[in-house]
């Protein structure tokens, strides 16, 4: 079992900064090692879309063109853990940010997913 757990959402305004981090645990925890890791993000009325991967072994990130020099991936694997640095926060990146793993680096069909952590951006 793997579980997800998002952390570090919150309001800020245009302009600022937040780091959201994401924690696995579970029994088969370790084995996310092995696993591309992305944030996603829905905003209402919109569909779902991946922000950002970065490869199992750390060499390579993917990133949505509208985040691209903005955000960082970053992922520490003795600690099971994925991070999310945004940077120049606009309020067109308000949304619901999700941890999830096992997709490839365009986010497709990943196996787990967190349970989501609100990011506002008021203007």
């Known amino acids: 079992q793997v579980t997800l757990v998002e952390s570090g959402g919150g309001l800020v305004r245009a302009g600022g900064s937040l780091r959201l981090s994401c924690a696995g645990s579970g029994r088969s925890a370790r084995n996310l090692i092995n696993y591309n890791m992305q944030w996603f993000r829905q905003a209402p009325g919109k569909e779902r879309e991946v922000v950002a991967t970065i490869s199992w072994n750390d060499r390579d990130t993917y990133y949505l063109d509208s985040v691209k020099g903005r955000f960082a991936i970053s992922r520490d694997n003795a600690k099971i853990t994925v991070d999310l640095q945004m940077n120049s926060l606009k309020p067109e990146d308000t949304a619901v940010y999700y941890c999830?793993?096992?997709?490839?680096?365009?986010?497709?069909?990943?196996?787990?997913w967190g349970q989501g952590t609100q990011v506002t951006v008021s203007s």
């Open positions: 999830a793993a096992g997709g490839d680096m365009r986010g497709l069909r990943p196996h787990y």
